[in-house]
Each structure stands twice: as structure tokens, then as C-alpha cells.
């Protein structure tokens, strides 16, 4: 497994419409892609930033993905995606690197991608997924 980018960067949000007027409005960034996906809670604007991308992750359901995120700590920041090449690999990587998956497998993600998260205790405090695939 190798990374060669930032595939995004995944901001928590309650509505999505809502700050799409500093996204969209004022910074005048392009919303390419909106995907719901169902099975983890989610409704996904994918906006264009140069050659990487900001997700805004908004809950379509109570127990989402990103709901116990947004009641302990607010909208923000919610992780950074890295592009790679080999993920089936990345979970025993990992662990042999000291970094605990958050799954034991890579699950869907948007867009047709694989994608493994890798537990903040262990990356420092931040959320990192790996993403292979290209949107």
C-alpha cells in the first residue's frame, strides 16, 4: 500500500444547503456530486478544490455516521482521506505499524471506492481513511 495524495477532506455538517453559502457563494467552488448513502447514514456534497476535493458529511438519519460526531463535538473537521494504491493490505499494514483499523475489512465508499478508517488513539487525534479507487 502506498499513498500518493489527499483524496478529501470530510467536514461534519447538519446542513449541507446551509454552508454551502460560504462553500459555493462566497469561496465560488463547484459542487460536482451529491450521493446518498443510505447504508451508513449519509448524504455526501463532493466540492472541487484544485486536485483534491472537500466532502460535507450530512446525517440523513439519527444513528449516521456522523451523528455521535456532530453531538460530542459540533460540525468540523471530521477526517482527512488519503488516495492509495492496495488497501486490502492496509489493515495488516497497519497493525504491524501500531494503528488500529476501525474495520477488519475495507467497506464501500462513495462513489465505487474501497474504503478503511484508522482509529484517531492511534493516528494522533485525527481520523484517517485510506480511499483506493477514483471518483
Known sequence: ?????????????KDAKEKL???KDFLGLEV????????????????????TRIELLEPMSENSEVSGFLEKKGE??????FNVHGIDEAVALAKAHGLQPLSEEPKPGAGGTKVLFLHPKTTGGVLIELVEGEH
Open 1 to 13: 500500500m502506498h499513498t500518493n495524495r489527499i483524496d478529501h477532506i470530510g467536514i461534519a455538517v
Open 21 to 23: 453559502r460560504l462553500y
Open 32 to 51: 460536482t456530486e451529491v450521493e446518498e448513502l443510505p447504508e451508513r447514514g449519509l448524504r455526501v456534497y463532493f466540492i472541487k478544490v484544485g486536485d
Open 76 to 81: 468540523g473537521i471530521h477526517h482527512i482521506a
